[in-house]
């Protein structure tokens, strides 16, 4: 995962996350820059996904 890239685009992979696992919160969503670990675990937490697929979505937002 290119951390200035999920920086740069969070806003749209944020919003595609969301359409991808409609379950997830905004609360969920919060990113904070260094946090990427607990920003994917609550992600598994929440949907169940695999942290791959979790990371393939942050970083490729035009796949979700």
């Known amino acids: 995962m290119n951390k200035l890239q ?8 944020k919003g595609r996350l969301k359409k ?6 905004d609360e969920d969503l ?11 675990g609550r992600i598994q937490k ?8 979790i990371e393939d979505a942050l970083a490729d937002p035009d796949r979700v």
Do not use: H, P
């Open 6 to 13: 999920l920086k740069g685009n969070w806003n749209i992979a």
């Open 20 to 25: 991808r696992w409609a379950e997830l919160t």
């Open 46 to 53: 929440r949907t169940g996904e695999t942290r791959e697929a």
């Open 30 to 40: 919060t990113y904070v820059e260094g946090q990427e670990d607990e920003l994917i």
